[in-house]
């Protein structure tokens, strides 16, 4: 389902994708922006990647006539996509025939920082994408955090290398997002900060690779978890009603 509630994008009208639950369809002003980037960033089992998947779900639904060619791609940088998943997800939503909707759902499955720059540019270059609605990210810097570990003899000179290559990756998505019109979801994960670290800040977790992403971002999302509850927060921008809760049941992310 796309949402008829629309907003001003450098190329006109954006839509807005409904994202299966009433509750993120609220906090998001109507759903997942196209065009537009969305990081949603937290610690492990918060619901990063549930989220991922019922997007994927409730994109994929689309045109009965678009069978032909995926309405998602899902970028795969840590090994987490499940389609039994997102089948169960679309049974329990009353769906008849969940393989038709994991046949619209182009899952890439990325080992390196390389071959998630491949990635985007056989999305850029591949016409088997014109019709796409959402690109997924999973686990965006787990590559590059990897791949530049930081180590203390050559801290400094890592640090610079992979916020160049992050910022290039984030950079691309968010053309991507632009010239194709799509929704560009991102999960990350987080950090947690050490006491002395912000003094002036109350802030336990920080988002992994720290604003990079940010800088590309239209809505950044902190998820977060105590006990069955979690939360859902916006950081970026300011909204004044910026959190919701929910629960995680068979048929996905609710209410």
Sequence with gaps: MIFSEDFDSPLGKAEKLDTGSNSFNSLLGGGLPTCAVTDVYGAAATGKTQFAFQNALTSSLGDPGNDKKPRVVFVDCAGSFRPERIAEMAEERG???????LDRIFSIYVRSVAEQHEATERILSSDIFDRCKLLIVDDITANFVAEYPGDVQHQEDT??????????????????????????LLTNSVRSRLPNEDKKSSQLEVETTGDIISQFALFRLHFTRRGNTRQGRIVQPFVENDTTTFNIERRG???
Excluded: C, D, Q, W
Excluded at 160 to 184: D, P
């Design 159 to 184: 640090f610079i290398s992979r916020h160049f290559e992050l910022s290039t990756y984030a950079r691309k998505l968010a053309y991507i997002g632009l010239t194709r019109k799509l929704a560009v």
């Design 253 to 255: 992310i609710m209410p």
């Design 95 to 101: 769906v008849r025939n969940p393989k038709e909707i």
